[in-house]
């Protein structure tokens, strides 16, 4: 509990229960989240990747994000990432077996458009936000969504990743953060569908945007 509340999903415009079938008046500003990590006394460890894009490889994805969670102990860590089963968010069904408390930060967009969150994520942050990450068109400054991510990460895990991914990786680094980076490929399939999609060329490239920083 936190502030009387179950702790199912809170945002930033409003609690909600999960999957939004209720939403109560109660407003949760940025402090209280900030406010909900600091309460639980634990490591935050963040992974970044991925997400609707996916992995080409997904089981080395997740035998690497093993072998690094291998590294805390679930009774002092968190595991936070972006809400959704996808792409890094696969991760969490590593966490939860392991006995880690999971977290997920994710844009007021993915409750707008329905996004499911993961059945392994315990609470939820919906940041109200009119992008879903990265840096805010025209300027160097996260977004909100993308700055609730890192500021109340400890140790934040790349394992390939866009150009949201890139750009958490580095403002991380800009604040000090303890930041791990692991070079993985997005599932090529996706990539072409996306360009033609697009009408944009195939892809020949699927190392990510996150890799560039490193």
């Not at 977004?143 to 934040?156: C, F, G, H, L, Y």
């Not at 394992?159 to 990786?169: S, T």
Request: proline fraction near 4%.
């Amino acid at each position: 509990m936190f502030r009387g509340l179950p702790l199912s999903v809170w945002c930033l415009c409003g609690w909600c229960e999960a999957g939004g079938q209720t939403n109560a008046s109660e407003t949760v500003t940025p402090d209280q989240i900030a406010a909900f990590f600091k309460s639980t006394h634990k490591t935050v460890v963040t992974f970044l990747g991925y997400s609707d894009a996916g992995y080409e490889d997904e089981a080395s994805m997740l035998r690497e994000a093993e072998r690094v969670l291998s590294e805390f102990d679930p009774q002092t860590t968190i595991v936070n990432i972006g809400a959704t089963p996808v792409g890094i968010g696969a991760v969490y069904e590593i966490a939860k077996r392991k006995g880690f408390l999971t977290t997920g930060i994710v844009s007021t967009l993915a409750r707008r458009n329905g996004v499911k969150v993961s059945p392994d994520v315990d609470h939820v942050f919906y940041v109200e936000d009119e992008s879903w990450g990265g840096l805010r068109a025209g300027t160097q400054e996260l977004s909100p969504t993308s700055k609730a991510m890192i500021e109340n990460s400890d140790v934040v895990i790349g394992i390939g990743g866009g150009e949201v991914a890139r750009d958490e990786l580095a403002g991380a680094r800009r604040l000090g953060k303890q930041v791990r980076f692991f070079p993985a490929e997005m599932n090529h399939r996706k990539a072409r569908a996306s360009a033609r999609e697009k009408n944009l060329p195939e892809p020949t490239d699927f190392r990510g945007a996150a890799g560039s920083i490193f």
